[in-house]
């Protein structure tokens, strides 16, 4: 009699175990996902080593092994989002950036300066810019051209253009062009961990930052 009882203890733990693990796919696969910063190309919103929540159902619920079909329709990526997405030139890969203009805006950037529709809007103090240097727009070499200066183009629809805050130094948009909406995983909302590798201790000021 004992043994029988042993025996369905040990059922029960593994079927509480196997729930726990469903219930966590789940929430990791349609609402919460963990994404660590590894570079700098969005400081100083984001530091590297930063480990933050996205929200992916903010976006609507995607069907997963679709290639980014959606199942219930929320909203779409709003200009000042921080995003994560599947990098286009290597899906595989998720990058962050923040959201400058959606589907159906104009977007030109001179001597550094964004317009979107038209207007001035890189007044924000989320965009830093560390080196003074211009590039003009016949400068021989295009990728440095294109960082500081990009003839008006408009965004497709179902596109976002994205930048790093870093603007300086920030592989983006800029260089090899949009983002669909069926590659956004989701939203940055919170930093929920981060450590400084070069004084090997956690950035206690930045735990429980919400990130805008």
Request: hydrophobic letters at 40%; glycine letters at 8%; charged letters at 25%.
């Amino acid at each position: 009699m004992a043994e029988k009882k042993k025996k369905s203890a040990l059922r029960e733990n593994i079927e509480a175990i196997v729930i726990a693990i469903i219930i966590a796919m789940f929430i990791r696969t349609f609402i919460i996902q963990a994404f660590k910063i590894p570079s700098g190309s969005m400081l100083q919103t984001l530091q590297i080593g930063d480990q933050i929540l996205v929200n992916k159902f903010i976006y609507g619920v995607k069907i997963p092994f679709t290639d980014g079909k959606t199942l219930i329709q929320v909203e779409n990526p709003k200009k000042g989002d921080i995003v994560v997405f599947k990098f286009p030139e290597d899906p595989s890969k998720d990058f962050i950036k923040r959201v400058i203009a959606t589907g159906g805006d104009t977007l030109e950037i001179r001597e550094k300066k964004i317009y979107v529709n038209g207007k001035l809007v890189d007044g924000k103090p989320y965009a830093v810019y560390g080196d003074s240097t211009i590039y003009p727009p016949y400068y021989p070499d295009p990728n440095k051209a294109r960082r500081d200066n990009l003839q008006k183009i408009t965004i497709p629809e179902n596109k976002i253009f994205v930048m790093g805050d870093n603007r300086d130094n920030s592989y983006d948009s800029r260089f090899w062009g949009f983002v669909d909406l069926t590659a956004v995983r989701g939203k940055a909302i919170i930093i929920y961990w981060s450590w400084n590798k070069n004084k090997f201790g956690v950035r206690w000021n930045r735990l429980g930052h919400l990130i805008k």
